[in-house]
């Protein structure tokens, strides 16, 4: 496991865990080119919820609100942090069974609150 994983994994699901390490070999990607992927992931989510109801909407967009507030946060910060800040928008993105029930996105929100916690630092 990478260090900068090491730095979140005991506050966030086990499960997500393999997702995350796999997330983390990607490039790092530009602000700009996160903020793209959480605004269409919003969009798509808002678009799927109005033939599923069981979707919370709600839920997702004020996730993606949080991603864009630490993608803004970690601008200028060290490269392990934005890689974390990275890992934690695109799990939220690439995540499919997040619409599949009403608390599909606790994952997220716990892996975007343990990144948060360490920007706070």
Known sequence: MSSALERIRHQVPAEALPVLQRLLEEPLKTPEELLLEVDAYAGFVDT???????????A????????????????????????LVQIACL???????????????????????????????
Do not use: K, N
């Open 60 to 83: 997702a967009r004020t996730l993606a609100q949080r991603c864009r507030a630490v993608i803004d946060r970690a601008r200028g910060r060290s490269e392990e942090l934005r890689r």
């Open 48 to 58: 799927y919820a109005r033939d599923h109801p069981e979707v919370d909407a709600a």
């Open 91 to 121: 799990y939220l993105v690439v995540i499919e069974d997040d619409l599949d029930t009403r608390t599909g996105f606790d994952d997220d929100s716990a892996v975007l609150d343990a990144v948060d916690a360490l920007l706070a630092d």
